[in-house]
T-cell receptor
Framework: KNEVEQSPQNLTAQEGEFITINCSYS?????LHWLQQHPGGGIVSLFM???GKKKHGRLIATINIQEKHSSLHITASHPRDSAVYIC???????????FGKGTHLIIQP | DTAVSQTPKYLVTQMGNDKSIKCEQN?????MYWYKQDSKKFLKIMFS???????INETVPNRFSPKSPDKAHLNLHINSLELGDSAVYFC?????????FGPGTRLTVT
């Protein structure tokens, strides 16, 4: 079983819908990242979380350390939000990230 | 002004060859990484390098070796390339508050 599990794997929604992507992990971590990868291939870090909640524009990320769970929410979704969203955790220090398999999101106009 | 750059963007080569991918960051980050993204788009850590400390993922074959001439560079050398090495390789760098990825290098081994 992967140390980082994401759901759903695929999600298609209509423009304007509220989107939630979930991530559960099974190891102790120092931080959790939400990443976005567009079809062109580039990877962008959207959020780095160690506790609580962060908001950036229409995106909100939350983490519950006790439950080892994080969610990424997109409000008022738009076709340009279509991408793969990847949850990744860092155990500590200079350790690299351990990744989930990603959620392929398509927002239809 | 590119934060993390990689060269080349595409690399096509034959089995058995030796190749290198270069990575540079201009962010002053202390830690650099190499990640591999396979054909199913799954990302996996290969190496992380921080203040001359190298952390190697135990599953990485010793044909792969990172070389860091200075804090801003972490190059990836691959010896005796195999078909299974075909993938996209991403360099990244981080500080305690920031994480950036390079654009990726698509390696195709024929």
């Amino acid at each position: 079983k992967n140390e980082v599990e994401q759901s759903p794997q695929n999600l298609t929604a209509q423009e304007g819908e509220f989107i939630t992507i979930n991530c559960s992990y099974s190891v102790g971590i120092s931080a959790l990242h939400w990443l976005q990868q567009h079809p062109g291939g580039g990877i962008v870090s959207l959020f780095m979380l160690s506790s609580g909640k962060k908001k950036h524009g229409r995106l909100i990320a939350t983490i519950n350390i006790q439950e080892k769970h994080s969610s990424l929410h997109i409000t008022a979704s738009h076709p340009r939000d279509s991408a793969v969203y990847i949850c990744a955790v860092r155990r500590g220090g200079a350790d690299g990230l351990t990744f989930g398999k990603g959620t392929h999101l398509i927002i239809q106009p | 002004d590119t934060a993390v750059s990689q060269t080349p963007k595409y690399l096509v080569t034959q089995m058995g060859n030796d190749k290198s991918i270069k990575c540079e960051q201009n962010l002053g980050h202390d830690t650099m990484y190499w990640y591999k993204q396979d054909s199913k788009k799954f990302l996996k850590i290969m190496f992380s390098y921080n203040n001359k400390e190298l952390i190697i993922n135990e599953t990485v074959p010793n044909r792969f070796s990172p070389k860091s001439p200075d804090k801003a560079h972490l190059n990836l050398h691959i010896n005796s390339l195999e078909l299974g090495d075909s993938a996209v390789y991403f360099c990244a760098s981080s500080s305690p508050e920031d994480l950036r990825f390079g654009p990726g290098t698509r390696l195709t081994v024929t």
